[in-house]
C-alpha cells in the first residue's frame, strides 16, 4: 500500500480565490513534486467517503507519511494542524506564498520553501526543493526526526534563565532588581518560560522585541543568536542589532559554528529587505575581524569567505564576489560548491571560459552528483558548444532527476 502524503492547506470555499490558489499549489506543485515517490496525495476536502472529516484530518496529520504545509494566508486551522504535526516529529515541508513578507513566528525558524505561482521557473524551483526535502527524508526512512525548530532549545535555555534568575532574586534585593530593569523584566522573573514561549506561540512580537535585549546577559551566545537569529531573518532590526554586537565581539574561545550561525542570519536578514549593499559594507569587516584570528580553521575562513561572496553578489559586486570566492577556494580547493558558485558569478560577468572551467571542477569533486551543479554545467556548456560535456551532464541529470532535465532543456 502507497504511503500516504497530507497536504495541510487554507482550503477556502468552492470557487473562492482561496479555493482556486489551493487547488492551483496542489495540482501543480505538490502533486508533480511527490508523484514519483509513489505516495497517494491527499488532502482534507479529498477524502472520501469520511464519517468524520475531524478525527480523519487529526489521524493523517499525526500518521502520515509526510505532510506538506501551506502557510500562505496564516490560516488558523493551518497554524493547528502544522502544531499538531511538529509534535510528531515526522517529516514535514513547510511551503508559503513568496508573495507573503513574513513566516509567522513561532513557525519562522523551521526550514520553509517559498513558491511563486506567477513565474513558471520559480514553480519549478520549489518542486525541486521539496524534492531535496523527500530525499533527505527518504534516506532516514521517513523515521522520527527533528523538524529543524528552536523550539527545544529555546525551552532548555529558558529552564537555564529560570535557574539563574531564581539565584539572582536570592542574592539580590527586589528594590535593586528594579532600579535594573524596566516594563517587561517582571514577565520574567515571574515565569521567563511562559514568558517567552506565550510570546513565541502568538506572534507576538511587541513582547518578544521587549524580552529578548534582557535576555543577553543570561541567555548564552548560541541560545541568544537562535532567538536574535530568527528575529532578523524575518527583517526586524532587533535581531540584526544583537547580532552584529555578537560578531563584533568575536571570541575566539567560542565555538565557530555560534559566528557562523550569526553571519549566515545577518546575509538572510539584508536579503530580506533588499538591503546586500548596505549588508555588505557591514558584514565585510566583521569577516575579516574573525579570519584574522590564527585559530580559526581554513575550513571555517573559506565558508565566510563563501557567505561574503553571496552578499556582494546579491549587491550586484560581482568583482568583489569573485575575490571572495578565490579566497574561498584557496582556503578549501576542493569544495564542489564554491567551485559551483564561483562559476555562477563568471557566467554573470561574462567571462565564460573561467565558468567553463570551475563548472567542471564542481563536477569532478564530488562523489555524489549533485542536481544544481549537474544543471549549471549543463547551461554552462551549451552555451559555450561544449555539446560532448553537456550531453554527458545533462545524461547525468535525467540519472538523478528526469524532470529537472527535462526543464533544462527548455
Known amino acids: 500500500m502507497a504511503e500516504t502524503c497530507f497536504v495541510i492547506s487554507p ?6 480565490a482561496t479555493r482556486k490558489h489551493a487547488d492551483d499549489v496542489f495540482d501543480l506543485i505538490i502533486k508533480p513534486a511527490v508523484e514519483k515517490y509513489g505516495f497517494d496525495v491527499v488532502r482534507a476536502d479529498k477524502i472520501a467517503g469520511a464519517k468524520s472529516i475531524t478525527e480523519d484530518v487529526i489521524r493523517l496529520v499525526q500518521e502520515s507519511a509526510l505532510c506538506i504545509a501551506d502557510l500562505t494566508e496564516h490560516n488558523p486551522n493551518v497554524f493547528y494542524e502544522c502544531g499538531r504535526r511538529h509534535e510528531t516529529g515526522k517529516p514535514t515541508i513547510q511551503i508559503i506564498s513568496k508573495e507573503e513578507k513574513r513566516i509567522p513566528f513561532d513557525l519562522a525558524g523551521i526550514r520553509t ?12 524551483k520549489a518542486i525541486l526543493k521539496i524534492q531535496d526535502f523527500i530525499d533527505e527524508a527518504a534516506s532516514s526512512g521517513f523515521e522520527e526526526q527533528s523538524s529543524g525548530t528552536s523550539m527545544a532549545t529555546i525551552n532548555d535555555a529558558l529552564i537555564r534563565i529560570e535557574r539563574k534568575l531564581t539565584k539572582l532574586s536570592s542574592t539580590t534585593s527586589n528594590e535593586a532588581i528594579s532600579k535594573r530593569t524596566k516594563v517587561g523584566f517582571d514577565l520574567l522573573l515571574k515565569n521567563p518560560q511562559a514568558a517567552l514561549k506565550e510570546a513565541i506561540i502568538n506572534g507576538d512580537i511587541e513582547t518578544i522585541l521587549t524580552l529578548l535585549p534582557r535576555l543577553r546577559n543570561i541567555l548564552g551566545k548560541s541560545s541568544l543568536i537562535q532567538v536574535a537569529g530568527i528575529l532578523s531573518m524575518q527583517g526586524y532590526p532587533e535581531g540584526k542589532d544583537i547580532l552584529l554586537d555578537v560578531v563584533s565581539d568575536f571570541d575566539e574561545e567560542e565555538d565557530i559554528d555560534i559566528y557562523r550561525a550569526a553571519i549566515s542570519a545577518l546575509n538572510q536578514y539584508y536579503i530580506a529587505r533588499d538591503e546586500e549593499k548596505e549588508g555588505a559594507e557591514t558584514i565585510t569587516p566583521l569577516i575579516q575581524n574573525i579570519i584574522a584570528f590564527e585559530g580559526v580553521s581554513d575550513e571555517s575562513k573559506a565558508y565566510f569567505y563563501n557567505q561574503l561572496s553571496m552578499i556582494q553578489n546579491g ?5 568583489e564576489a ?49 542536481e544544481d551543479h549537474l544543471s549549471h554545467a549543463y547551461e554552462v556548456f551549451k552555451e559555450n558548444n561544449l555539446e560532448e560535456e553537456a550531453e554527458d551532464a545533462l545524461q547525468k541529470l535525467r540519472a538523478v532527476n528526469a524532470v529537472r532535465a527535462a526543464y533544462a532543456e527548455l
Open 11 to 16: 482550503i477556502g470555499e468552492e470557487g473562492s
Open 113 to 124: 520553501i517559498k513558491y511563486d505561482m506567477s513565474d513558471l521557473r520559480e514553480a519549478r
Open 315 to 319: 549587491a550586484g559586486q560581482l568583482s
Open 322 to 370: 569573485l575575490d571572495s570566492l578565490q579566497n574561498a577556494l584557496r582556503y578549501a580547493p576542493q569544495e564542489p560548491s564554491y567551485h559551483y558558485n564561483i562559476s555562477i558569478v563568471f557566467q554573470k560577468s561574462g567571462l565564460s571560459k573561467q565558468a567553463v572551467e570551475h563548472a567542471r571542477k564542481s563536477l569532478d569533486y564530488e562523489s555524489t552528483p549533485d
